[in-house]
């Protein structure tokens, strides 16, 4: 079942580079899987991950070309979440514009979230 709001959006830069990651799998993948998890010394970190195939409870969402799966315990971490993938000089890198994040650590690997409370998920988007 698909989202009727967007828990995530992709940048062109970021759907191009799921698509070609995607690509060089070594057996056909689905999509990408994205969560979050304990750990880090901010507190939670985002996770990705290939999909074979959509798990009971995940929500979908299709945007550019590109399947994302959502991980249920994420939603309300990740909703209005923009997805960007970012090359510099020194590194490249996805990277989350994630309107709930409340801070990062130092060196960028871990965050805090605060969750969006279910009283203010939209109905729909």
Known sequence: MTS????LSLTDRAADRIKAIMAQADKPVAGLRVGVKNGGC???TYTMEYAEARKPGEDVVEDRGVQVFIDPKAVLF???TEMDFTTTKLASQFV????NQTSACGCGESV????VSPERVPATA
């Open 78 to 80: 990740l909703l209005g």
């Open 42 to 44: 901010a507190g939670m």
């Open 4 to 7: 009727s709001f967007k828990v």
């Open 112 to 115: 805090a979230i605060t969750p």
């Open 96 to 99: 989350f514009n994630n309107p």
